[in-house]
């Protein structure tokens, strides 16, 4: 089956630094990719939506400043949570949907665990 | 708006025991997705079932079983024979249409289902 990395599976930084987390697409060409954000024992929520070669789009309440994607190529997505704080402290899930007809079909990568200090 | 509920904030059972949980949806849509994905404590994401609103047939896979109910807007999963390799968050979800007209998905609160030994 269709396979979603994303680096790095956890991540510790200092309050004010920025981190970036990779979501790609192993096998499979992906021209659309989602971004979600969990906190503990909470629903996954989305982000913003990433299309390549194009800006993402955001979903309310997203701040576009504070998390920059960029969708560079069909097996590459970037979430980069600039000027981070505790409050950014979150399971951050990465999902792409094949170019393929089956429009829904996304598969999620194995999430990455920012920690903010 | 799109809603997905899952009443059932956790449930425990005894190993070999059958058990439903539960997922109520609300859409605007008349054409939608519904799926069904487990996070074990691992955190990735495992796909479990997608179903196209126009098919109301319940479907059964191994010990899994969902039982589709247009009429109630219902999605309900059945786990036969329940195994302590079940314990997990499992999450109903619905598609829906991002602001930029990409197709992204409502996801339930989670249910999280202890099985015990």
């Known amino acids: 089956g269709a396979v979603v990395s994303q680096h790095p599976s956890w991540v510790i930084c200092k309050s004010g630094t920025s981190v970036k987390i990779e979501c790609r697409s192993l096998d499979f060409q992906a021209t659309t990719m989602f971004w979600y954000r969990q906190f503990p024992k909470q629903s996954l929520m989305l982000m913003a939506t990433?299309?390549?070669?194009?800006?993402?789009?955001?979903e309310q309440g997203v701040e576009k400043d504070k998390f920059l994607i960029n969708h560079a190529s069909l097996t590459l997505s970037t979430l980069t949570v600039t000027s981070a704080h505790p409050e950014d402290s979150s399971f951050y899930i990465c999902s792409a949907r094949d170019q393929g007809p089956e429009t829904y079909e996304q598969y999620f990568g194995p999430g990455t665990r920012l920690t903010v200090t | 708006a799109q809603k997905v509920t899952q009443a059932q904030t956790e449930i425990s059972v005894v190993e070999k025991e059958d058990v439903t949980l539960d997922c109520v949806y609300e859409t605007r849509d008349t054409t939608y997705y519904l799926f069904w994905y487990k996070q074990p404590p691992s955190g990735e994401l495992v796909f479990l079932i997608r179903?196209?609103?126009?098919?109301?047939q319940n479907e059964i896979s191994g010990r899994y079983s969902w039982n589709f109910q247009k009429s109630t807007s219902s999605f309900n999963f059945t786990i036969t024979a329940s195994q302590v390799v079940d314990s997990a968050v499992y999450f109903c979800?619905?598609?829906?249409?991002?602001?930029?007209?990409?197709?992204?998905?409502?996801f339930g609160k989670g249910t999280k289902l202890t099985v015990n030994p």
């Open positions: 979800a619905l598609s829906d249409l991002t602001q930029g007209g990409s197709e992204k998905l409502v």
């Open positions: 179903r196209n609103s126009f098919d109301e």
């Open positions: 990433s299309n390549e070669g194009s800006k993402a789009t955001y």
